[in-house]
């Protein structure tokens, strides 16, 4: 059974940093790619940041020179590096990932509340 759990979210001030980590198990980790999506109240889910099973990363325009999206195949684990936090950075985190030859559903996280304040 493919399971990812996220840690690290919190409450943080604006300007401050915090670091996600998602743990996957029940999967040949190194041929899924792995994303980093949110949520907040009343808006959409949103992709916040990529990475392929090959190491090649994507962001969204909003979070580019602030987040910085990371995975350690070995360990199964893929991270989300957050600096100068906004208050508009707040949300529900969520760890996605997908199999590269798309043979298989996506997998998510539980999800994560990372909350800014100003």
């Known amino acids: 059974q493919v399971q990812l759990v996220e840690s690290g979210g919190g409450l943080v001030q604006a300007g401050g940093s915090l670091r996600l980590s998602c743990g996957a198990s029940?999967?040949?980790?190194?041929?899924?790619?792995m994303g980093w999506y949110r949520q907040a109240p009343g808006k959409q889910r949103e992709l916040v940041a990529g990475i392929t099973n090959g190491g090649k990363t994507n962001y969204a325009d909003s979070v580019k020179g602030r987040f910085t999206i990371s995975r350690d195949n070995a360990k199964a684990m893929v991270y989300l590096q957050m600096n100068s936090l906004k208050p508009e950075d707040t949300a529900v985190y969520y760890c996605n990932g997908r199999h590269v030859g798309g043979v298989r559903p996506d997998a998510w996280g539980q999800g994560i509340q990372v909350t800014v304040s100003s």
């Open positions: 029940g999967m040949i980790f190194s041929i899924y790619d």
